[in-house]
């Protein structure tokens, strides 16, 4: 517990060890534990402060606490900054606490929420052992009621799923526009709020996908396109559906994708903004796997094999027609 806390504070932890840290944190015997580690902290600390400072501290707590001596190589004020250390160390827990759950809708609920900043990536371990890859800008949350009757998780953004064979616990991932549910398989879920669709990909297995008004049961190496604007579903086959989580890897991959869908991508990942000098660039489409995903690099191979140019000003690129 004491690693994963000192990583917490570094910002060096996982999403998955900070979700370890929020489980462990509700044992009774966390605040012991806590207590002794901080003691020992503050014993082999070196404390010492500039004279000024020390002396308005001491002046501050003798007008406060007139006993309070300072003869002695140690004074006995010092003393009183030690049980102000051992008073912050319940409240450090309490907000450490909050911190790592502060993403509960409200108290009460026992609701775990990862959320992926602007290029990054998350790989979490669900409580049945289920695999998930959560990408750039992706929110994932689940509450207690998860492996009970059913593996229920809600999703806004992009995330791979590797999900355990569990036939009396069917797995569910819900977003605002459809429901994807499968018993043991490996597959894509791509639902960001401000995309006009919901991209389903299939690698392995079987999944059925339900909107207000659909069904639709999926086979491998088969993606399928909820449009929000009209209701509709369009399925494809894929010639390799693995082809569709190359971000897990750091890779990029399109397979006849409209740049303007590029661009979207590109603004999530670096957090840019792209604009085009004219609507009819927005439907260039673009295939490729790049397995060097840096920004510049992208934006060259595409300048390359389409008609457009590009300028970057004040973290904006401008996409025009070449000449």
């Not at 009396?168 to 639902?191: H, M, Q, W, Y």
């Not at 994708?257 to 990942?269: H, Q, S, T």
Request: hydrophobic share 40%; aromatic share 10%.
């Amino acid at each position: 517990m004491i690693v994963l806390i000192e990583k917490f504070f570094r910002k060096e932890a996982s999403a998955e060890e900070i979700i370890r840290l929020k489980k462990l944190f509700v044992q009774a015997e966390a605040k012991d534990i806590l207590s002794d580690f901080y003691e020992k902290k503050w014993e082999a600390s070196d404390f010492s402060l500039e004279k000024e400072v020390e002396e308005r501290i001491r002046m501050k707590l003798q007008e406060q606490i007139p006993d309070c001596s300072t003869s002695g190589k140690f004074p006995v004020w010092r003393k009183w900054l030690r049980i102000a250390a051992s008073i912050l160390i319940p409240v450090l827990c309490v907000g450490l606490g909050y911190y790592i759950s502060e993403n509960r809708s409200r108290p009460g609920d026992d609701k775990m929420t990862v959320r992926v900043e602007v290029g990054q990536k998350a790989n979490i371990q669900l409580p049945d052992g289920s695999n998930v890859w959560l990408n750039s800008a992706g929110l994932l949350t689940y509450d207690n009621t998860y492996n009970k009757k059913e593996r229920t998780v809600y999703l806004e953004g992009e995330a791979y799923f590797e999900v355990n064979k569990d036939k009396a616990r069917p797995f569910i991932v819900k977003t605002n526009d459809i429901s994807v549910e499968a018993l043991g398989t490996k597959f894509d879920v791509k639902a960001y709020p401000d995309d006009n669709y919901v991209m389903a990909t299939l690698m392995e297995g079987s999944i059925r996908v339900n909107s207000a008004s659909h069904s639709d049961v999926m086979e491998p190496n088969e993606k399928l396109k909820f449009t929000k604007s009209d209701g509709q579903f369009t399925k494809s086959v894929l010639l390799d559906a693995d082809k569709n989580i190359s971000w897990i890897n750091n890779q990029l991959s399109f397979e006849q994708e409209r740049l303007e869908d590029i661009a979207k991508l590109l603004e999530r990942m670096y957090s840019i903004k792209i604009r085009f000098a004219s609507e009819n660039l927005k439907d260039i489409r673009f295939s490729g796997t790049l397995k060097d995903n840096n920004l510049e690099n992208v934006l060259q191979l595409i300048t390359l094999v389409s008609p457009i140019r590009y300028s970057l000003k004040n973290d904006v690129i401008l996409i025009y027609q070449s000449k």
